[in-house]
């Protein structure tokens, strides 16, 4: 790890006046999960560390008046899924529940989950997001890389498995910096983009700004479900992921909203998917068709073709999984008892 | 002591970690400062400055901005000096860390980890350092009984709080469980289950299997105990012998 100056600011405006000096490249740490790794690895080299797990403000998770729950940027995804406040919105917890491992829930923030920096083995070996402006993805392994947003130079996949629920439930982000008292509301979706050259991030901060809180708005009667489809349990990155938030009222979808996860250099928001979905009942077939529909633009890589299946899958079952059907898989807990089905019994009579 | 102290100089130098100023001590291994340089521990040296001056951070920061500077350096300016959360540290500096309820004093850069103050400064050996991001989780210790991963925790962000390692778990159900199930082979990743065992089981005393499962999967074992592992933690459990 290259050496850095290391700072552990008590308020906000101390984290920005020390994000911003001058000619400095700054990191901001919270619980350290990725950030610390990523260091040892020399792929980030900052001069100065800032660390803002101290700040009182940041710890928080408080409802406002209209609702809203404000989670602090120190507050780690076990004690999201412990707060009484999150109890509504089950898709979140769903996600957090199957990363599971306590020392991630005990250790890792949920602003820095959202934040987390792509998994992509040419980034974390130091190739850059871009690797060679798609170079290196194309002819080399992609096995795990984009289907979709992947005709620029991008291919990597966006790393946060808790942002397409929380952009399903409308989240947003409060960013300060870099001016003192600068501070803005950022919807969530529009925290990530697409880096077009090797000298942008896969979101849009700048250096000195930092995200102080998730804002989730009260989820009124939506239902909402997140599934992945991963290759295992646990902290690995899953294959696909999607999550949904459905209003129905009579039976029928009346407004729906679809987010992607693993498949694109940001979270991908399937409008046209979700659009095809109002009016519907929900059903095992308006929801494989709403599945097909968000992977038509697909354009798979060498050894990748295999994530439209997945990632279409993922789509419906998250859907059925919103209207309160059982789909299997892995979040379903399968009886430890092996049953003996009907017809199996009667032939054995 | 294999290495000559040249050999050092240009593996360092090769890294770029250090600037010309800087000479190497040959140290043994077994109680030296090497954490603060993973890449050449193998060979147990350690660096110290030629100058006994220390460094001013102006000319810290003025110079070469390479890796090491060995005087602790903090808040230079009078506006820092009254806002506490302003302070910059950089270089070595002494902290004091609440480890198995003892107080115990550590020299620490910025970089340094919380693992290797453990191992390498404490003799606390049972963390393990397997993984750099930490996905093994070998290195679990408890923070303010939270478990988090010491490999990735650095060593300044936990200063003056309480350390448990499994070195105070002897006495423990966990371990009792463990070796009554013959719950490990070849034993590396042992201490950092019993570890995350303990607080897993803190959080959840009446966890189905199923949440076991989940809830240890931050934890890996290259020779496959799981099985074991998970019938001495659900022994615990059923057994109720859990305090």
Known sequence: MKNFEYAQPTTEDEAVALLTEPKKDTAVLAGGTDLVGLMKRMVVTADRVVNISEIKSLQQVERDDNGSVWIGAAVCLGDFLDNRHTDQYPSTKQVIQGISSIQLQSQGTLVGELLRRPNCWYFREGHGLLADSGRMVNEGDNRYHAILGNRGPARFVNASRLAPSLITLGAQVRIIGPEKDEEQILELADLYRTPAADSELENVLQPGQFVTHVIIPTHGDRLTAAYEVRQGEGPDQPLAAAAVSIDVVAGTVQNASIVLGQVAPTPWIAREAAQLLCGKEVTEESAAMVGHQAVSGAMPLSQNEYKIQLAQVAVKRAVLKAAGYDTGGLDTPMPLEPTVSPSLETHIA | ?243
């Open chain 2, 1 to 243: 002591m294999g290495a000559s102290q040249s050999d050092a100089r240009d593996v360092a130098t090769c890294l770029n970690l250090i600037p010309d100023s800087y000479t190497f001590i040959p140290v043994d291994l077994g109680n030296c400062c090497a954490h603060l340089f993973h890449r050449l521990e193998p060979d147990g040296f350690i660096m110290s400055q030629q100058s006994s001056q220390g460094v001013s951070r102006r000319g810290f920061l003025k110079g070469s901005g390479a890796a090491v500077a060995v005087s602790t350096v903090v808040s230079s300016t009078e506006a820092e000096a009254a806002a506490p959360g302003l302070q910059v540290v950089s270089g070595e500096t002494s902290i004091t860390l609440k480890v198995n309820g003892k107080s115990m004093t550590a020299k620490v850069e910025p970089r340094t980890t919380l693992l290797d103050v453990l191992r390498y400064q404490f003799d606390l050996t049972g963390a393990k350092p397997v993984s750099l991001g930490g996905s093994s989780g070998a290195s679990t210790v408890l923070i303010g009984g939270k478990a988090v991963m010491a490999s990735t925790t650095l060593a300044l962000a936990v200063a003056g709080k309480e350390v448990t390692t499994c070195e105070s778990l002897g006495g423990d159900a966990v371990p009792a469980a463990f070796v009554e199930h013959d719950a490990q082979q070849c034993g590396f990743c042992t201490p950092g289950f019993v570890v995350a065992v303990r607080a897993f089981l803190n959080k959840y005393p009446n966890a189905t299997e199923e949440q076991i499962r989940a809830g240890l999967n931050g934890n890996i074992c290259r020779c496959g105990t799981y099985a074991n592992i998970l019938q001495a933690v659900v022994s615990l459990v059923k057994g109720n012998s859990n305090g």
